[in-house]
């Protein structure tokens, strides 16, 4: 047997731990770590006969210059079923780029027609809470738009942040929900899903947005148990006031996540009050003397930051007083000094000392502003 190759081992076998804590019988907690070595990436098609998929156009009028199709309706769109499809518990495995941080994800694997498996420079797998990509381009690489093509196709505008997709073209059934739930859940965690089944139009919404990007490839063009070819697009924002508050309050809660793995746990809990010592010492201070008060955040916010300043100034003052005993012991005789901190030789030459004027700096000329864009689109 020859020995492995640098190219081969380079793809040895990635293995994955589980940590399992459980109860014996005797009420002691054990801890079990689970290792698995995760499989290859399958080949989904045959490469020899694998053949690259053109863009439909989806449009009634073709712009040269953003190379974009606009205009007609938006269920104006191809309805040729996809030639292949993901199956995730199938097809996943780790590739080249499992060995490259921040790679993105396999566009072909996500429609289920990449022929290269473990040899393929892109991952095969779902994306998860940690892939976090730049907001200008999406888990596959490519670039986002300005604004929203007409139809709500292609990659989306990289100026606001979209979870959920639109899904048209539904066969109407009693049983409606319980199918576009089966086969969306597939390919990630759903926050909520809507279904409005007099017009077979359902509005599927992802906790992680990397996850809608992911789906919107994977189910477009594809069957759904009556062979219906469904419009899968990227959803309008939604006018509730309820989901844009809804909305609003997410995204504090995922910058107020973000500081809190930035900041140090102590700090963190010093801030959030969940410090005990910190929680008891407010208890009684905070009362100001009061029986029954109990002062408000900004109120002793306030009255940490004064004893703050007044401990700054305490600490400078003895150096202050040092220096001006320093002055007048020194002064009174050797220099002659008349009671001040400075001696008449320096008060002299004080006055014959003339500071010139500093000159302004001219202003910094800025740059242009650099607009963000891009020419290449996809129509799914």
């Given at each position: 047997?020859?020995?492995p190759t640098?190219?081969?081992q380079?793809?040895v076998?990635?293995?994955?731990?589980?940590?399992?804590?459980?109860?014996?019988?005797?009420g002691?907690?054990?801890?079990?770590i689970?290792?698995?070595?995760?499989?290859?990436?399958?080949?989904?098609?045959?490469?020899?006969?694998?053949?690259p998929?053109?863009?439909?156009?989806?449009?009634?009028?073709y712009?040269i210059?953003?190379?974009?199709?606009?205009?007609?309706d938006?269920e104006?769109?191809?309805?040729?079923?996809?030639?292949?499809?993901?199956?995730?518990?199938?097809?996943?495995?780790?590739?080249?780029a499992?060995?490259?941080?921040g790679a993105?994800?396999?566009?072909?694997?996500?429609?289920?027609?990449c022929p290269?498996?473990?040899?393929?420079?892109?991952?095969h797998?779902?994306?998860g809470?940690?892939?976090?990509f730049?907001s200008?381009v999406?888990?596959?690489?490519r670039?986002?738009?300005?604004?929203?093509r007409?139809?709500?196709g292609?990659?989306?505008?990289f100026?606001?942040?979209?979870?959920?997709?639109?899904i048209?073209?539904?066969?109407?059934t009693?049983d409606?929900?319980?199918?576009?739930?089966?086969?969306?859940?597939?390919w990630?965690?759903?926050e909520?899903t809507?279904?409005?089944t007099?017009?077979?139009v359902a509005?599927?919404?992802?906790?992680?947005?990397?996850?809608?990007?992911?789906?919107?490839?994977?189910?477009?063009h594809q069957?759904?148990d009556?062979?219906?070819?469904?419009?899968?697009?990227?959803?309008?924002v939604d006018?509730n006031?309820?989901?844009?508050?809804r909305e609003?309050?997410?995204?504090e809660?995922?910058a107020a996540?973000?500081?809190?793995?930035a900041?140090?746990?102590a700090?963190?809990?010093?801030?959030e009050g969940r410090?005990?010592e910190?929680?008891?010492?407010r208890k009684?201070?905070g009362?100001?003397?009061?029986q029954g008060?109990?002062?408000?955040?900004?109120?002793?916010?306030?009255?940490?930051k004064?004893?703050?300043?007044?401990?700054?100034?305490?600490?400078?003052?003895?150096e202050?007083?040092?220096?001006?005993e320093?002055?007048h012991a020194?002064?009174?005789?050797?220099?002659?000094?008349?009671g001040?901190i400075?001696s008449?030789?320096?008060?002299?030459?004080?006055?014959?000392?003339?500071?010139?004027s500093?000159?302004?700096?001219?202003?910094?000329?800025?740059?242009p502003?650099?607009?963000?864009?891009?020419d290449d689109d996809?129509?799914?």
């Open positions: 047997m020859e020995p640098a190219a081969d380079s793809l076998p990635i293995t994955t731990e589980q940590t399992l804590i459980t109860t014996n019988a005797e002691k907690k054990i801890k079990k689970i290792r698995r070595k995760r499989r290859p990436a399958r080949p989904q098609v045959d490469a020899a006969t694998f053949k998929e053109e863009a439909a156009p989806t449009g009634t009028i712009n210059y953003y190379n974009l199709w606009s205009g007609g938006r104006d769109v191809s309805q040729t079923a996809a030639s292949g499809r993901c199956v995730v518990a199938r097809d996943s495995g780790y590739t080249q499992d060995r490259t941080p993105y994800f396999c566009l072909f694997f996500a429609k289920g027609i290269k498996g473990v040899d393929c420079d892109y991952l797998r779902l994306p809470t940690t892939d976090i730049p200008n999406d888990c596959f690489g670039d986002k738009q300005a604004d929203y007409d139809d709500m292609g990659t989306g505008s100026q606001r942040q979209n979870r959920t997709l639109y048209g073209r539904i066969h109407v009693d409606i929900e319980e199918i576009v739930a089966r086969h969306f859940q597939e990630g965690q759903i909520r809507r279904v409005l007099a017009r077979g509005f599927v919404t992802y906790l992680n947005e990397a996850n809608s990007q992911f789906a919107k490839e994977a189910m477009a069957p759904l009556h062979g219906e070819i469904i419009n899968v697009r990227w959803a309008t006018p006031p309820a989901a844009a508050k609003a309050h997410r995204i809660e995922q996540e973000a500081i809190r793995k900041l140090p746990a700090y963190v809990a010093e801030i410090d005990p910190l929680r008891k010492r009684i201070d009362t100001f003397g009061l008060y109990e002062a408000p955040d900004d109120v002793w916010f306030a009255k940490e004064a004893e703050a300043g007044a401990g700054a100034r305490r600490l400078d003052a003895p202050e007083q040092l220096l001006i320093k002055a020194e002064g009174d005789d050797a220099a002659g000094n008349t001040g400075f008449n030789s320096t008060l002299a030459a004080l006055k014959g000392y003339t500071t010139a500093t000159a302004h700096r001219p202003p910094v000329a800025t740059g502003l650099v607009g963000y864009g891009s996809d129509s799914d």
